[in-house]
Structure formats: structure tokens, C-alpha cells
């Protein structure tokens, strides 16, 4: 049980990271083409983390259930604001490049409060997500000797913290 505890946040963080790297990707080669990705990406990332909500907690059904309708509705907020931007990006107000940039920063916002609030494996793939955004923002002509890095950096941490730890009372036996 202790190894699958370790396996599931770092094939989770993975995917959630992999995922992030393909849409960085699309959108520096595709600009317009990223903002259809990102839109599903985000439904991928909320079904993840509730998933891996619902995994982690095993046998605490009460606490499970407060903490699942905390972070759904957390995860609707930002499918509010995707909303919005649709609607803003529909009507022409701003490009679908521009709308893609601000989905990968809001998604990058709400994955790292998803660590913060609910599991800390999500903080290094928020971080991660909005050093993506950054990245794509400011440094286009190195884009991917600057995501690569990240991307292990990111596993590392996720590594670290989803490593098990020995309990006091078996390091004392």
C-alpha cells in the first residue's frame, strides 16, 4: 500500500505535467489551435484531481465527501471563467492565442490552490503550469530549454513530497 501511495501522485503529476508540456507546444506551434486543448485540458485536470480526491482518502468517507464538494466547486469556478472567456473570445474582444495564455494561467491558479488547500502534490504542477504560462509569454524563442527543466524539477518535487515517510514509533523499534 505504501509503494501505491508514492506510484499514484507521481503518475498524476506526470500526466497533469505532460499534459501542460503538449499544450505549451501546440500553443507556440499552433497559436489559434491551443485554445480548443486548453478548454478540455481543464475538464482532464478537474476529473484528475477529484479522482485522486476521492483515492487519497480510502475509508474517511466524511471528510472525503466535505473535501470532494469544496474542491468541485472550486474546479466549477474556473469552468465559470472559461466561460467568460469563451463568451469574450466569441464576441472578438480578445484572440484565441490570448485566451489560451490566460486558460493555462487560471488552470496554473487553480492547481496550485488545489495543493494548497487540498494535497500538496498539486503545488509543484501549479507552479510548474504557470512557469508554462511565463514561458510562453516571454521567452518563445527558448521555450523548450526552459519547459524541459521544469518538467523534471517538477517531478522531483512531487517525488519528494509524495515520497513515504517512516513513522516515529517504527524508526523508535
Known amino acids: 500500500m505504501q509503494s501505491s501511495r508514492f506510484k499514484v501522485p507521481f503518475i498524476l503529476g506526470g500526466i497533469m505535467l505532460l499534459l501542460g508540456f503538449l499544450g505549451v507546444v501546440l500553443t507556440n506551434v499552433r497559436k489559434d489551435g491551443a485554445w480548443v486543448y486548453w478548454q478540455y485540458v481543464v475538464f482532464l485536470f478537474a476529473i484528475l484531481s477529484l479522482a485522486y480526491n476521492l483515492y487519497s482518502k480510502g475509508k474517511e468517507w466524511r471528510s472525503t465527501i466535505y473535501t470532494f464538494w469544496h474542491e468541485l466547486l472550486h474546479w466549477v469556478g474556473l469552468l465559470l471563467c472559461i466561460i467568460l472567456i469563451s463568451f469574450m473570445v466569441k464576441i472578438g474582444i480578445i484572440s484565441r492565442f490570448l485566451a489560451s495564455l490566460e486558460v493555462l494561467t487560471l488552470l496554473a491558479l487553480t492547481t496550485y490552490l488545489i495543493g494548497v488547500y487540498f494535497d500538496k502534490v498539486f503545488i509543484g504542477i501549479g507552479v510548474v503550469l504557470g ?43
Open 131 to 173: 512557469l508554462f504560462a511565463a514561458s510562453v509569454a516571454l521567452f518563445e524563442q527558448y521555450l523548450y530549454l526552459i519547459i524541459i527543466p521544469l518538467v523534471v524539477i517538477a517531478l522531483a518535487f512531487i517525488m519528494w513530497f509524495g515520497w513515504p515517510r517512516k513513522k516515529d514509533d517504527q524508526i523508535s523499534e
